[in-house]
């Protein structure tokens, strides 16, 4: 994907069968879903690819032990079988991973490891493996930061872990190879209509400020958190779809919490569940489920959440973690369809819904990461639907978003045109110079931002580290789009703006 030619396309065609507005995990199935059919495509990002939600989960591929609990038997069955497929079609950006749920009574041990039984047949032939019952020196073997106070054993099971933002841009990228247009910062500013109707909508390239106007048969409403936002632009009148609510995540070194099995604490004090889970070298810990006035495309730690989390995992672990040993700490939004019950969002369904206003508009609502997929289908079957579109069945299910060999044939040929480019971001990370090279020329990142947080995850897995080799990559960047040393330095300091707020005092 390079951004100058998608730009261009904007210019060149004079209609599209479906346009998609919104980057993120929904956006992007949408976009693979749409042009896999053959229906010219367009997707538009007002941000970079997965800036939001989307770049900001717990990193888990998983049917959802908590909606077992509740009794939500068919989400966790659609959820189970999208996790099999994503394995499949994305093996190179996500993984298996073993869990163990501690418990402290025989009871627990029973209750848990039924319930995780029949997770693994709801998983059917996707079953990642199947779940085994502890005592409690094989929990404490697998898991050896466990707190083994009144300790009785534990329930091991299995799920998927992904990289969250690079599997979006890869799906974006597969689309872009199945002829969609793809173009991040670029944001709708108003829709064109024709006797009440959506026939099309004007976008804006942030960096240009060129408005375009852009014809459609149908538009997809696919913003995650902020699809209020784009309804109301559609109709001021039209009530909210979305009840946002926010988690938070703290990213710890391993030491501190050892051993490759993740942990799965089943209910916390608000409900939720928290975890404990190995990614990149480093222990992501949370979450948090907290209800919000608005949402914010770079939300905000509550210090209650930061207590809470904490609190939590202090009571599991031998090794007290404070706030000084926290590298980062990120928050995401969940875009839960909305409930009356605005209070308490830790109960409210992961199920998506769909919505078409009077004026065609469709709007895919809620959902998690998971079930991307099968929320692409149903607004793309809608969409084709009220743009009147051929009908043409989905082709996702089996279908490859595995970019890697590329990526590697072409990352080594930037190194063999300069060999400088061999050398790693930082000693203690396996990145390489050329990466930075190929997220620009191939992956459309723009900023300092886009490559540190997002293509490459060092402002995930340390933020501090991140802002100490920014000047290092912005310089990198800045030589592949042309810029000079003004904008290093605005770089570096628009960067380390955001990095400290990563950073948990």
């Keep these: 994907m390079n951004r100058a030619e998608q730009i261009c396309k904007l210019n060149e065609a004079t209609k599209w069968d479906i346009v998609i507005i919104g980057g993120g995990a929904t956006g992007a199935g949408a976009a693979l879903d749409a042009a896999s059919r053959g229906y010219k495509t367009l997707l538009i990002e007002q941000y970079d690819f997965a800036k939001g939600t989307s770049s900001k989960s717990t990193k888990l591929v998983h049917g959802g032990v908590r909606y077992l609990q509740q009794g939500n038997i068919k989400l966790v069955f659609e959820a189970l079988r999208e996790r099999g497929r994503l394995l499949k079609n994305a093996p190179h950006l996500t993984s298996t991973q073993a869990f163990i749920v501690p418990v402290y009574s025989l009871w627990e041990k029973i209750f848990y490891g039924v319930g995780l039984k029949v997770y693994d047949v709801l998983a059917g032939s996707l079953s990642l493996g199947k779940t085994k019952l502890l005592n409690k020196k094989q929990t404490i073997q697998q898991l050896p930061s466990i707190n083994t106070n009144k300790l009785f054993g534990g329930v091991l099971y299995y799920d998927g872990q992904f990289d969250d933002s690079n599997l979006c841009i890869e799906i974006l990228g597969t689309a872009a190879k199945k002829g969609a247009t793809i173009i991040n910062y670029c944001k709708a500013v108003g829709f064109i209509k024709d006797n009440d109707k959506i026939t099309g909508l004007e976008v804006m390239d942030t960096y240009s400020q060129n408005i375009y106007k ?67 070298g480093k222990v992501i810990v949370g979450t948090t489920d907290t209800p919000i006035e608005k949402s914010n495309i770079e939300p905000k730690a509550l210090e209650e959440e930061i207590k809470f989390v904490l609190e939590h995992i202090n009571r599991y672990g031998t090794q007290k973690i404070t706030r000084a040993d926290v590298n980062t700490i990120f928050v995401g939004l969940r875009p839960l369809i909305s409930t009356k019950n605005k209070g308490n969002t830790s109960g409210v369904s992961r199920e998506h819904a769909l919505h078409i206003s009077l004026s065609g508009l469709v709007s895919i609502i809620g959902g998690k990461w998971t079930t991307y997929r099968k929320m692409a289908i149903h607004a793309i079957n809608n969409a084709a639907f009220v743009g009147k579109l051929p009908k043409k069945n989905c082709v996702t299910a089996n279908l490859s978003i595995d970019l890697s060999v590329e990526k590697r044939n072409i990352i080594k040929s930037i190194i063999e045109s300069n060999s400088e480019y061999a050398h790693p971001i930082h000693a203690d990370y396996p990145y390489q110079l050329a990466e930075i090279v190929y997220a620009v020329r191939h992956q459309m990142a723009t900023n300092l931002e886009d490559i540190l947080s997002r293509r490459i995850r060092l402002l995930y897995l340390d933020a501090r580290l991140a802002m100490q080799v920014a000047p290092s990559v912005a310089m990198v960047m800045s030589k592949e789009l042309n810029k000079d040393q003004n904008w290093i330095q605005q770089q570096v300091a628009t960067f380390n703006e955001l990095a400290s707020k990563y950073i948990l005092d």
């Design 214 to 280: 852009v014809h459609a048969k149908a538009v997809v409403n696919a913003t995650g958190a902020f699809t209020n936002e784009v309804v109301e632009m559609d109709d001021k009148n039209q009530q909210d779809f979305v009840t946002p609510s926010q988690g938070i995540h703290f990213v710890i070194n391993k030491n501190l919490f050892e051993g490759s099995t993740a942990m799965m604490i089943p209910k916390t004090d608000d409900g939720r569940v928290l975890f404990a889970v190995p990614w990149y």
